[in-house]
T-cell receptor, first 115, second 111 residues
């Protein structure tokens, strides 16, 4: 089944403790992206990747890192999480970053709480 | 950055009625997409309409695009309880690699 898989689904951690949220897609998509969703603020893009080893900042990259060593994986790293990073996170992928005929496929989300 | 603005923010209708949501945007686009999100879950793509198209259908969904007014509407006909969700529009704003999202319309279908 074609899908984007995020793990974990829920994560509670403490301020400053490094964490990684994994994302994997099995559709051979070139483009992958991370979003956070907060009430009243909608979806905001954190980072995106056009292809292997090519990443760029989105609208809210501060406090996050990403890497794209393989086409299928795009982990999101929080080196020193803070409470303002408490949010619902989504990974998404698309065949192409032009979106001309390739919509985004989303994972089921990771609900992160930083205390 | 937010480009799309959905209207209304929330909509509550009876099952069987039609639901219409609107999206306005600010800059020229290549395409506009609509997505559905069930509570706390990932977004699901519904329909993509290109800038040279005026109307598109998919099952009970009908999307229109008016580039002169920079607006789009999503019509769901004969609504069902399972249509209860938030609906988002997203545009490419004429550039690659980033979609710009609206804040969404929360649709509630009452049985």
């Amino acid at each position: 089944e074609a899908q984007v898989t995020q793990n974990p689904r829920y994560l509670i951690t403490v301020t400053g403790k490094k964490l990684t949220v994994t994302c994997s897609q099995n559709m051979n998509h070139e483009y992958m992206s991370w979003y956070r969703q907060d009430p009243g603020l909608g979806l905001r893009q954190i980072y995106y990747s056009m292809n292997v080893e090519v990443t760029d900042k989105g609208d809210v990259p501060e406090g996050y890192k990403v890497s794209r060593k393989e086409k299928r994986n795009f982990p999101l790293i929080l080196e020193s999480p803070s409470p303002n990073q408490t949010s619902l996170y989504f990974c998404a992928s698309s065949l192409s970053g032009t979106f001309y005929n390739s919509p985004l496929h989303f994972g089921n989300g990771t609900r992160l709480t930083v205390t | 950055s937010q480009q799309g603005e959905e209207d209304p923010q929330a909509l509550s209708i009876q099952e069987g009625e039609n639901a219409t949501m609107n999206c306005s945007y600010k800059t020229s686009i290549n395409n506009l997409q609509w997505y559905r999100q069930n509570s706390g879950r990932g977004l699901v793509h519904l329909i993509l309409i290109r800038s040279n198209e005026r109307e598109k259908h998919s099952g009970r969904l009908r999307v229109t695009l008016d580039t002169s007014k920079k607006s789009s509407s999503l019509l769901i006909t004969a609504s069902r309880a399972a249509d209860t969700a938030s609906y988002f529009c997203a545009t490419d704003a004429g550039s690659n690699y980033q979609l710009i999202w609206g804040a969404g319309t929360k649709l509630i279908i009452k049985p």
